[in-house]
Each structure stands twice: as C-alpha cells, then as structure tokens.
C-alpha cells in the first residue's frame, strides 16, 4: 500500500501540508481553525470573560467528524487527576482520529503562565516575581520543567508568557506581566519561551499588543498609545520573544487601539507581525475574542461578519471553542462572501504546526510516556530557589532583620495564615478551585506563619488575623494590637487576594482606582505602627502598593510578588537571614496612592517639577532591592567617541565587602539628552546577576551598541541618531554609581527589524585581596 505524500515524514512539511490541503473539503479544513471546550462552564462561573454568554452546546460526535483544530484544556477546566486525565485525553484523541477521514489528531492546549494550571501541578511564582529576579537563566529552567510536564499528560501548546509592559499598576492583571520595563520583559520572556519550546512545546505570547495600556486601567478598555510608545514600549518584548526565544504561537489582544481591534487588524497581524517580522507560525485568538467584535466591539454584524474580519486580519485559530469559525464561516465561503483561499492560508498554518509536532505521522500515537509526577521535588527545588531570588528588601534602616532566633514575634495580618496569599489568579488553586470548594488544594502550601514557625523553631509566634482582606470590619484590630504589643517584633503580612473578574484585589478583571492597601489592611498598619513595637511589613502582593504614609514608621519592608507554593519558606528564609535577599523590583513602588498612571519611563515632563504640586517620584524606584551584605563598584569606560555602528565596552568590578554571601544585579541604563523626539529620562539596556563570596570580586563587561539607542522618530522610523549619550551603572534606576558619556558620530542610521535587541555582556573572574 502506498502511502499518501501527506504521511510520509521523509517530505518537508510545506509539501505534506499542501498535498492534505488539497484533498480536505471545506469543512474539513474550517474544522482545523477552532477548538472546543470540553466541560466549559456556561452558568457564569467560568474563567474567562463573558463565558457563560459565549458558551453554547454542541454534538461532540457530530463536529468530529471533520476533524479538529483543538482541545481547550483538558486539564485547566476542572479538578482532575492528572493520570486520570492524561488517559481522558488519550482517549478523546482516539475518538477524533477515528472519526475523520485522515485521522488527525487535535492540538491540545493549556494555561501555564506561573505553571501548568491544573490540578496537582507546581505553582511556581508569577512572572512579576520573574523579573523581580532578573535572571532569566533560572526562568528559562523553570520554563523546561513546564514544558516536561505538560508534555508529559499530552498537551502541545501553553499559553504564555505574558509580554505586556506595565503601564498602569491599577490594572488587576499587573501580576501576569515581567514589569514596566520592555527590555527587562523581552529578555526574561525571550528566556521563558526557549524553555518551553526546547521541551517541545509550543509557546504562545500574550497580548498582542497594547493590553496592559488600557484606558484607565480597565480589563479591556480602549486603548490610546501612541504610534512611537507602541512601538518603542509595546512592541519590544514580542521581538525579543519571536527572534531570541522561538515562539511559535501568537495571541491576539482583546483590546482595540485607536478604534481597531487587534483580532481584525491586518497591519498588525499580518504586515508587521508576519511580513515586517517574518513571523511564520500560528495566530490565535485570545478567549472568545473573535466572537467579542460582534458582541463588545461591534465592529461585525454578524457571528460570520466576526470570523471574515479576524480570518482577513490573520487569526488562523478561534479559541476557546467553536463561534464563528464553523458552520457560519462556511456558509459565508460558499455563498462567496468570505474567499477561501483565506481558509486555505489558515488551514495550512495549523497543519504545518501539527505536522512538526508529529501529529500527522501514522506512527503518532496519545498515550502518555512514563510516569506522571506534575509537582516533583525538582520541581519545588526549582519554585524555592526562583521564590528566594525574588524577594525584594525594600528598606531595612535601622538592621531590624535577619529577626533574631529566639525573639518573641507577633504575626499580624489577613494573608499570613492563608495558603492562597501566595498564589497569582492563574495557578489552579486560585483559577479553578473557586467553583469546587470541596476539593483539596492538590499540592503542599506553607503559610508564610507555618513557615516561620518551621524556620524559627526557638521564637515565641503569637499570631491574629486583624483583619480580612477586603472586609472594612476592623473588630480584629484590638487582638492584633494586643499581641503586637508583647512582642519584641511585629511581622505585619499584607497584601492581595488573587481572584478573577471582580472576586480578588488581584487578577483578570480585578482592577483599582488607586494604589491603596485593599479593605482596611492600611489602618491595621497605622495602628500596628503605633504601639511602639518595631513592625517588618511583609507585602503578598500582586502589584505594588503606595507606601509612603508609614515609611518612616516600618522597621523594615520586604515585597514578595505572588511567590508560588514555596513562597511561605523563601520569605520565611529572607526574615530569619537564611536567604539573603537579591530580588530587584521589576516596577517602581509609589510614594502616594493616586497619580496614577506612572512608570519609571518618563520623559522630562513626566518627572517631578515646579510645573505641577503632584510629584510622581516613587518611594522605591525601578531596580531597588537590598541586601544583607556590602558590595562596593570600580568601573572601567572612560568617555569616548564611535561611530553609529560601532561597540563600546563598559566594564565595572563588584566587589563583596561584606561578612556572608551575596548577589548584586549590575543594571546598564541609557540617558540621551538631546533627540528629536522626547525621550525616557533613563531606560534599561543591559543587567547582570553577581553571585559572590565575602571578599570575592568579579568584572562583568557590557558592550554596548548603538542599536540600543534607537527610537521610533517622527516620520514612524527607528533611527540612530548622531550626538551624545550616557550610559549609567547603577543599582537601579536612580541609585547611579558611574557614567560614561559617548559620542556617536557618523550618519544616522535607520534600522530594520534585524536590528540589535540585546547587550551581550560577559563576567570574569578577578583575583581576591
């Protein structure tokens, strides 16, 4: 028997694809552009938006029968035991082999933004944790492991990371992203996607583009950037992501930027995505996104008015399950409303992902290889080691902490007892166990109170609660107070409540008018601060909070952003001086609540001055974090002249002056004081982790192209203009320890998309005093 071209795995995958398309009726190939939501939930319960207006019943046995695109996680919907569910979805694979003519396997996919969201699966820290770390080595690791395990039950495609910059910290979805800063975002998600693509799964960034700029902070609100903070801020992280990590997935947004929805817009899709990019693989739609330009946008008239618009802009895959794409897309091919050459192009995207994946070879086969372990040691070792390096010390002045080992502490506060303060809106527990309150949480959480009572065996823990998250009853205040006031310490933990749509203070759809502590956890602290008692607040928080108001009166202040399940002990780690704190903050934390919104990517007229009474500057800039040791800097670069295409090297050597081990992240930042347009004061262009022993040093060597001065100029080109630049050592944004100031000569330069994204930068060893 001879086999079909489209089987034989010796042939490229374009001849393949070509050879099954033209053998594929219409609705065969359309049966390749949805997926379907097996279990979905349509009583208003669910987890994503509108889903209980979206959702509509199917025959499952009749829609297979053309094939299918894709399953819309099997594990992610409901508890289910991941072996239990891994021959669950074997065993739907078989069904939807067996019932089309070419026996194609569908695509199955999950969410795994701070780990693969199911039920007994590692809840790793959220990715604003990630870049709090500044090492994207680590995150690339964690990533592997993601990609293992959801490789292991059978899923093909994760959807992450999220790449969208900060714009506004009010926005409830602050938590998912890397920061404020793109080149920060870009090289940790870069580093997040190798990860997942090397264990064979396909990567999928999210939000193409503008999401996090919505008006107002609003989960999908209009969105008014303009074309140069588009394309110098929003645009960034998705380059790194394509070029340096190997996506091969895309996510349309749910917003709309200057009236243009962003699942019907072909400039953005299709000419800049994949003819300026050269972006080969698939686009999907983000949740039912498609079906929202009927329904929100009301761009389509109709549900087939819908699916042209977001075919023609370049959307190959409605997700989560079927609306426009199907009998309604065909009907509207047939009547000759809709070509179907824009079905073909769709269609031959989604088979050549599932013919490198596999899928289209005879021998394919859905049962699950090996044992099936979603929250192995390694896999806590890997969580406790990317919780440690996240926790940022905020201020520590009088040397309050490392807390002694037999001091007598008062814990304090709505999140230290509760399992779920460490966890962000997409990690099961918080995602989906909502809607089944009788089953168990699946994995081990330690309480950050559980955890200090492990870490200091010889203290005296008194513990209350205060207060609850939201609720305004103060009537746990006057036992707090109590206990605060026979201590020697108080740890006051504060901070969010994961959630969705409404049901936290942090996650999709639980955005903020401004940036006070929820309910009444800011006069807990007022009256904490009172007693006399030396306070550590000890911030669980999916975005940062004004902390102005009781600077002055803190001991001390430690931020942990969503740590994942080994949170409680790395935290724990930090305030016993176990762990010696190395984590940077990925966005600035505010001196006062309103103002809002606010980076550290401003331009002059941005910063504080006499124009204006409102002074943005922050309380803790972008980049802070402290440690419990010293470390003192020797940079080596003297000013200097290059041209616009030459590189400069900047070297510096850090040194531990201190008693014990320790990290210092070096951060490279770029001031231009003169361009043509106006510019971020500083921005970030390069960093590097340091990890070092008392007394020891090491030079790290930053070599520095002009390609990272360019921006987006007035006529909509990026340009490398001639003059004068600064490029400032620091460890942070505004803490500088040496400027080189170099002068680019030459003609300007205007760059194309092959243009330099990343400083390299290299470390070395120097000899010790």
Avoid at 309 to 321: F, I, M, R, Y
Wanted: glycine share 10%.
């Amino acid at each position: 028997m001879t086999t079909a071209p489209w089987r034989d795995p010796a042939l490229p995958a374009e001849v393949r694809v070509d050879d099954l398309l033209a053998r594929m009726t219409l609705e065969e190939k359309t049966a390749q552009l949805y997926g379907v939501w097996v279990g979905a939930d349509g009583d208003g319960g669910g987890v994503a938006p509108h889903q209980h207006e979206m959702t509509s019943d199917y025959d499952w046995d009749e829609l297979i029968s053309h094939g299918l695109g894709q399953l819309t996680r099997p594990f992610g919907t409901a508890p289910v035991d991941p072996a239990l569910g891994a021959q669950a979805l074997a065993r739907a694979q078989r069904r939807i082999t067996e019932a089309g003519r070419f026996g194609i396997p569908a695509l199955a996919h999950e969410e795994c933004l701070a780990g693969f969201t199911a039920w007994g699966a590692t809840a790793y820290p959220v990715p604003l944790a990630w870049g709090a770390t500044f090492d994207p080595a680590l995150v690339e690791e964690m990533a592997r492991r993601i990609g293992h395990d959801l490789a292991s039950v059978g899923v093909h495609q994760g959807l992450a990371p999220v790449l969208d910059v900060v714009r506004d910290p009010r926005w409830g979805r602050v938590e998912e992203t890397i920061g404020e800063d793109p080149y920060l975002v870009g090289t940790v998600g870069a580093a997040y996607v190798r990860g997942l693509e090397s264990a064979g799964i396909i990567a999928t960034l999210k939000h193409f583009a503008g999401y996090a700029s919505s008006v107002g902070a609003r989960n999908l609100a209009p969105v008014r950037a303009g074309v140069r903070e588009f394309a110098d801020v929003t645009l960034p992280p998705f380059e790194f992501a394509l070029r340096e990590g190997g996506a091969r997935s895309v996510m349309a947004a749910y917003n709309e930027t200057d009236g243009v929805p962003a699942t019907a817009d072909p400039q953005l899709l299709t000419q800049l995505l994949r003819e300026d990019w050269g972006f080969t693989g698939t686009v999907v739609s983000d949740y039912f996104g498609i079906g929202f330009l009927e329904t929100l946008h009301r761009v389509a008239g109709t549900t087939a008015e819908a699916g042209h618009a977001a075919l023609s802009a370049g959307v190959d895959v409605e997700l989560p399950t079927l609306r426009c794409y199907g009998d309604a897309l065909v009907t509207a091919v047939r009547a000759g409303e809709v070509p179907e050459s824009l079905v073909d192009r769709a269609a031959a995207r989604v088979l050549r992902q599932k013919c490198e994946l596999g899928l289209l070879d005879e021998d394919w086969t859905p049962e699950p290889a090996g044992p099936i372990d979603l929250d192995s040691t390694e896999n806590r070792v890997l969580a406790r080691r990317l919780a440690e390096e996240s926790v940022v010390l905020l201020s520590n002045p009088t040397g309050l902490l490392p807390l002694a080992p037999d001091t007598r502490i008062a814990v304090v506060g709505p999140r230290a007892a509760d399992a779920l303060a460490m966890l962000g809106c997409y990690s099961f527990p918080s995602h989906v166990l909502p809607n089944h309150p009788e089953t168990p949480l699946g994995i081990e959480i330690p309480s950050l109170l559980e955890s200090l009572r492990t870490e200091l065996p010889d203290a005296k823990i008194t513990f209350a609660e205060g207060c609850d998250t939201t609720d305004p009853d103060p009537a746990g205040f006057e036992e707090a107070i109590a206990r605060t006031a026979e201590a020697d310490v108080c740890v006051a933990v504060l901070g969010d409540r994961a959630g969705l749509f409404g049901k936290g203070t942090s996650g999709e759809g639980c955005d903020v008018t401004d940036l006070r502590l929820p309910g009444v956890q800011g006069k807990l602290l007022d009256a904490l601060t009172a007693t006399g008692t030396p306070v550590v607040l000890v911030l669980l928080t999916g975005r940062p909070y004004a902390l102005g108001r009781w600077h002055d009166r803190l001991g001390a202040s430690v931020q942990a952003f969503f740590p994942g399940e080994e949170g409680g002990p790395a935290v724990a780690g930090v305030l016993s001086g176990r762990v010696n704190p190395s984590g940077k903050l990925p966005v600035s934390v505010p001196q006062d609540p309103g103002g809002q919104p606010w980076t550290y990517l401003q331009p002059p007229l941005g910063l504080a001055g006499t124009v204006s009474n409102l002074d943005p500057t922050p309380l803790h800039p972008f980049g802070h974090g402290l440690t419990y040791t010293d470390f003192t800097w020797d940079a080596e670069g003297p000013d200097a002249e290059i041209t616009t295409d030459e590189t400069y090297d900047l070297s510096v050597t850090v040194r531990n002056t201190g008693p014990r081990d320790g990290t210092e992240v070096v951060q490279l930042y770029l001031h231009d004081p003169v361009a043509r347009v106006t510019r971020p004061d500083v921005r970030l262009i390069a960093y590097q982790r340091l990890d070092l022993a008392p007394g020891e040093s090491r030079r790290v060597t930053f070599h520095f192209h002009p390609d990272l001065s360019a921006f987006t100029d007035r006529t909509g080109h990026r340009v490398v203009e001639p003059g004068t630049l600064e490029l400032r050592l620091g460890t942070s944004s505004a803490d500088v320890r040496h400027t080189a100031r170099v002068l680019l000569t030459g003609p300007e330069r205007e760059l194309g998309p092959d243009r330099r994204l990343h400083c390299e930068s290299e470390v070395t060893e120097t000899r010790p005093f």
